[in-house]
């Protein structure tokens, strides 16, 4: 009985930590416009470089809001300088991603994987011809995205 349970975790845990399943929660927090879910699913550099964007915005709040305002100005969203100040930084994701206006694009046609270690590769083909990258790393025992193309197409 005890082998059985031990056997049972250890599935839920592969199961849990398949790099399509991470792919595929992704695009949906990122539908959802959940920054805290997509900051959460991102791997500790690639957060950390979000963190240091949401900082320099905040120093330069501090200490140009005129410039500031500015740039943001041709966001889509309505980005303040306001929000600047007074939004955690998982907020400010969440306003980014509604600007970007983002949109699931549904269940891909194909997916390819590849594992190498501690690193993965995913890329999702949708109907029409579009695609989406990942590169995934295993982090604090789950894949984080580390890169994708969203994040190159969305800011």
């Given at each position: 009985m005890r082998t059985a349970l031990g056997l049972m975790a250890l599935v839920l845990a592969v199961v849990r930590a398949d790099p399509l399943d991470t792919a595929g929660d992704f695009?949906?927090?990122?539908?959802r416009h959940d920054g805290?879910?997509?900051?959460?699913?991102?791997?500790?550099?690639?957060?950390?470089?979000?963190?240091?964007?949401?900082?320099?915005?905040?120093?330069?709040?501090?200490?140009?809001?005129?410039?500031?305002?500015?740039?943001?100005?041709?966001?889509?969203?309505g980005i303040t300088t306001g929000d600047i100040a007074s939004l955690t930084e998982e907020e400010l994701l969440g306003r980014l991603l509604e600007?970007?206006?983002?949109?699931?694009?549904?269940?891909?046609?194909?997916?390819?994987?590849?594992?190498?270690?501690?690193?993965?590769?995913?890329v999702l083909d949708y109907p029409g011809g579009g695609s989406v990258s990942f590169r995934m790393i295993w982090e604090d025992g789950c894949w984080r995205i580390a890169d994708t193309s969203?994040?190159?197409?969305?800011?």
């Open positions: 695009m949906d927090a990122l539908a805290a879910r997509v900051s959460e699913m991102l791997s500790e550099s690639l957060d950390m470089r979000f963190r240091e964007i949401f900082a320099q915005l905040r120093m330069l709040e501090a200490e140009n809001p005129e410039m500031l305002e500015a740039a943001l100005s041709r966001l889509r969203g600007a970007s206006a983002f949109t699931h694009p549904g269940e891909p046609e194909r997916e390819h994987v590849l594992l190498e270690g501690r690193d993965a590769s995913v969203l994040l190159r197409m969305l800011f």
